[in-house]
């Protein structure tokens, strides 16, 4: 998988969580940038930025207009 932001390389990591609970998931997370996407945040961007949505950046000198 390539991340959206940087498309480096995700590998998936195991995540808990620190409150001391013992709730622990899976995830992925970008060797280049250090982005995290679990399944709640890729649902979450899904709801606000539609399926089409993407995190990565404008280039310089790129029209956002």
């Known amino acids: 998988m390539n991340c959206l932001r940087c498309h480096g390389l995700m ?5 808990e969580d620190t409150a001391g609970s013992s709730l622990a998931f899976s995830g992925w997370q970008c060797l280049m940038c250090g982005e ?3 399944s709640v945040i890729s649902a979450n961007r899904k ?3 539609g399926l ?3 995190r990565s950046r404008a280039r310089y000198g790129v029209s956002l207009g």
């Open 11 to 15: 590998v998936t990591v195991r995540l």
């Open 36 to 38: 995290v996407i679990d």
């Open 47 to 49: 709801e606000l930025h």
């Open 52 to 54: 089409t949505g993407s």
